[in-house]
């Protein structure tokens, strides 16, 4: 299929680039890791840090899902920049697990105590010899200063480690599992329906489909409910394969690449799945793993995506689009977008990722010659590089509002963070289902700016 | 039961049980908390960050700056520089090596781009274990680019957010004084610590020109680098929000001989309260009429809303818990006027002084706390029964899961909750939160009725009984 990649015509005049970051359009590595453990059951994330960061990703994070979420700090203080952190976290071990009473507790650390050389590792050591016979939480550990990598490599750092930490042998099962990537809470879980629905048993790693998106509680939870259990991710070395979604997770270290070297479970990389293209990819490797037929509701899905396609497509037809995010996000977006006739004309993610042109260009058909792929790419960038090549829509978080209102052009939100609307957590982007809602809301966008900006007032279009 | 911490027992009170009132506060957070504090930085940042015509410039790795892009509602009349988020964007290179050059080469050229009126540059965390100096950069800059550029020493680590507000009240202190030129009425203030959130600033401003009261210069709601320059010819400084500006007013006081007055602009009887203490200070038969003229105007406008909306709300129980103590006061008594107790009160912020005050305002069986964190909240809340909570953007979602109404009273609000019409703002929000028929189905509102009811046809059992 579309896999040769594009001959990229290089845009001589674009932005000069900043040594600075202006409006970035990352986020900081404990972040992604906090998310990682707040999808596992009982799991309580602790930054180790000044209070600010965990403070600050708190309110980050809390203002998409809109649902409490602990996250703890180990509060460094002058002090504990000049003696080390040991005693912070040992303090702050034990207040939270008086506390919280969690199954796991997950550390993130940060700059900080990267800077200062705090040596996490062996401070764990520390206390579980000095908690000997006595039964305390899972602990795990994600190094994850964020001036060597975003959230999305604190995101996978964190199922690296957690699997690392928990993850045991034994007789192999039949069991898959999956790493799905930094998903919506409504991604989750359709894609649980889905490996449901091939009658897999499976471990899907991290889980926030119940702990970021739950139900009005009767009583205060002091940890909300649902997550990926502790007992399973001990399974997750006897499970036949692991489903890692994001294709530039193939060459990195990884929690399915651990798994496959040390147990020999096997690791499958594949794109997120969206796009008919890349649903199709991901349906056949489920085919293919479990030796069943598509079942006939996505079938169905995948016909009326189809025929949705068809009638919307001339409205769509060589628009070109702003798309920008994580790396996976984008490429899949990019060839989705490729797929029904727009120009993904401005592909940007804030990564610093040498591949990144490489990972976005092989999902599209050839032909494109003005297409611009930036890694290290901040809002600003973006703007001045939309001013200068002219794009119609922009589809992405909602930082990109930002750039929705300078060039005034609809914004289709995609992805994390949406901090200007509700549902956030509930966007599905995955799967037919998933791409379906895409499109609908792509095209009703485009309309809606005709209709916005006619005089007319046409009401049937 | 959520188990309090003993280390955390010195910070919890409840008033008329406990014997002397004797709050420790001014602590750092325990280790391994979920406090609702931030850091030194965020201290700076709320402060400076309203100065629309200056560069704020964010040195360190990313974080920091993408977390706090554009997430206040301070308004501007005019430029809009302090709504992009700039930052050094440090990477392990400049970690390991330093990064003045990186913090020269990006001044320089943003200095270039956006042409500020001054620069602020904020060293966070990182930049105090690597040792830049940022002095010396910021002195270079300047004297290449012939703008102010100042650091601020805000290191999230260096202690609380209140360190942070010092920071940036020294930063501002090194501008005011610059400029000699101008002049002032006699009749004229600064107005501090009011940021523009959902542009209150522009409401108080208007108030003290129906005064006659000449306003130098905002502190830092809608700010401007050369109203700032000038503040010092003002006659007087009033200072709202206590906590982050009273250093700065004591300075003024020590080199400027600028007396300072604190007041609070949220709620009918502050509200008028400052504007008479401005009208008082000047003692000026023009002013104190003009300000009489303009409390009993605006408080016949607005009283019969209020009533209206206390009609509903009368006898329902409130939480506050909030940034600042001086906020946390004005609320107590904006509440009473809507027939709102206050069960639960608390500061992340305070300070001995501010919950003496707190105490004396509160009723019986108040139960105040600093620091606090959402297990404690939310265990407070429920044995309280509480039907409204008051605070910022991370106890919404304690609330709502919870079946508890809201009302958000942070630098992220974009409704105006200061002075009179702000008054109407906050009634109309908590009306519309209480009243709301969604409650109805939440399990933890209903669980909460249904065990009332229980309690109450208990005590009436008893009282048949006996
Ligand atoms: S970038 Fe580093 S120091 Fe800044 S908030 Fe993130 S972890 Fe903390
Ligand atoms: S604690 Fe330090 S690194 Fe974290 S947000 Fe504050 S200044 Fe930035």
Known sequence: MQTQSVKLHTVKKTAPSFVSTRNACKLCAPLGASLVFRGIEGCVPLIHGSQGCATYIRRYVISHFKEPIDIASSNFSEATAIFGGADNLRIALDNLTRQYRPAAIGIASTCLSETIGDDVRSYIEQYKAANKGVEIPALIYASTPSYRGTHMDGYHEAVRATVISLAAGGPRSRRLNIVPGFLSAADL???????????????????????????????????????TPVASIRSMGQSVATIQLGGS????????????ETFGVKAVTLGIPIGIGETDRFFGALEEMSGRAMPDKYKKERGRLVDAYIDGHKVVSGKRAVIYGEADFVASMASFLDEIGIVPALCATGASIKKFKEIVSSGLSEGHKDIIIRDDADFEDMLEICRSIGVDIIIGNSKGYYLAKNLSIPLVRAGFPIHDRIGGQRILHVGYAGTQQLFDRIVNALIEHKQSSSAIGYSYI | MIEILEARKGQIFEKGTEGTFDMACDKVSVAGSVSQRACVFCGSRVVLYPIADALHLIHGPVGCAAYTWDIRGSLSSGPELHRLSFSTDLREEEVIYGGEKKLYAALTELIGAYHPKAAFVYATCIIGLIGDDIQAVCRKVSDEQGIDVIPVHSEGFRGTKKDGYKAACEALFRLIGTDEQSIAAPHSINILGDFNLAGETWIIKEYYKQMGV???????????????????????????????????????????????????????????????????HFNDPAILKNTEELVRKEVSRIYPEVEAYRKYLEGKKAAIYVGGSFKAFSLVKALRHLGIATAIVGSQTGNREDYEYLEEICDEGTIIVDDTNPLELSRFMSERNVDLLIGGVKERPIAYKMGIAFCDHNHERKEALAGFEGMINFCREVHGSIMSPVWQFSPAKCLRAQKEEMEDANSIRQAAHS
């Open chain 1, 189 to 227: 879980r359709h894609i649980k329906e889905i490996l449901d629905d091939f009658h897999f048993s499976y471990t899907m790693l991290p889980d926030y489909s119940e702990t970021l998106d739950g139900e009005s509680w009767s009583d205060y939870q002091k940890l909300s409910p649902g997550g």
């Open chain 1, 249 to 260: 997770l193939a060459s990195m270290d990884t929690a399915a690449s651990y798994l496959q």
């Open chain 2, 214 to 280: 000449e306003v130098v210069s905002c502190m830092t709601g809608d700010g401007r680098v050369d109203e700032i320059r000038r503040a010092h010819k003002a006659a007087m400084n009033v200072v709202q929000c206590s906590g982050s500006m009273t250093y700065l007013a004591k300075m003024m006081e020590k080199d400027y001989g600028i007396p300072f007055e604190r007041v609070s602009y949220f709620g009918i009887e502050d509200t008028a309260d400052a504007l008479y203490k401005v009208a008082r």
